[in-house]
């Protein structure tokens, strides 16, 4: 079947200091997109990054990066100086090819300590 | 910035009551979702719709519909609300373009 695996439920950082949070998936498929979201404790879902799976750069949107391993089938998520605002948990989720809807991860909870 | 809305934010009712979540989005999105997520859990979809008069199941049967006839708004209804039902319901859209964005979402609590 196809799926993501996000194997760390929860992740502490310091305050400034880098995270990484990890992602996997599976799939068969050339064509696919991977998303990350974060999700605060207000409930609701904030988009974050897109990688494309022909994209040859790593996605970086601001102090967000993704770390994308075709190969090794991971798409690591990479927060830097973090903040004590970025403590929520985090999603990575997949869209297949065609128009097949987002499947998610089971999420990591990140909490930043000052 | 997206502009999808969702009405009730909190929800509580009775069991057996019939219940509609209200999803409305005015950025012409042809693709709508509504996912089910416990506090701290995964997102499970329910339901989705790739435009008017066209709506799919998905990977959890939540005994709830949804109807699509305007591009803008996609509600989804409980006939008879248990405490199972307990939890949150977003929804969320998107066009051909890859970023599907997410409403603020409700939480409901079924007595």
């Known amino acids: 079947a196809q799926k993501i695996t996000q194997t760390q439920p929860g992740m502490f950082v310091q305050e400034k200091e880098a995270v990484t949070l990890d992602c996997t998936y599976d799939t068969s498929d050339q064509s696919y997109g991977l998303f990350w979201y974060k999700q605060p404790s207000s409930g609701e879902m904030i988009f974050l990054i897109y990688q494309g799976s022909y994209d040859e750069q790593n996605a970086t949107e601001g102090r967000y990066s993704l770390n994308f391993q075709k190969a090794r089938k991971s798409a690591n998520l990479v927060i830097s100086a973090s903040q004590l605002g970025d403590s929520a948990m985090y999603f990575c989720s997949i869209r297949y090819s065609g128009n097949t809807p987002l499947v998610f991860g089971k999420g990591t909870r990140l909490s930043v300590i000052a | 910035e997206a502009d999808i809305y969702q009405t009730p934010r909190y929800l509580v009712i009775g069991t057996g009551k019939k219940i509609t979540l209200e999803c409305s989005q005015t950025m012409g999105h042809d693709k709508m979702y509504w996912y089910q997520q416990d506090p701290g859990m995964e997102l499970h979809l329910i339901h989705y719709s790739y435009g008017v008069n066209s709506t799919e199941k998905g990977d959890l049967s939540s005994e709830s519909t949804v109807s699509r006839i305007r591009t803008e708004h996609f509600p989804l209804t409980l006939e008879s609300a248990r405490p199972s039902h307990t939890s949150q319901y977003l929804c969320?859209?998107?066009?051909?373009?890859?970023?599907?964005?997410f409403g603020p979402g409700t939480r409901l609590l079924v007595l």
């Open positions: 969320a859209s998107r066009t051909s373009g890859e970023t599907q964005y």
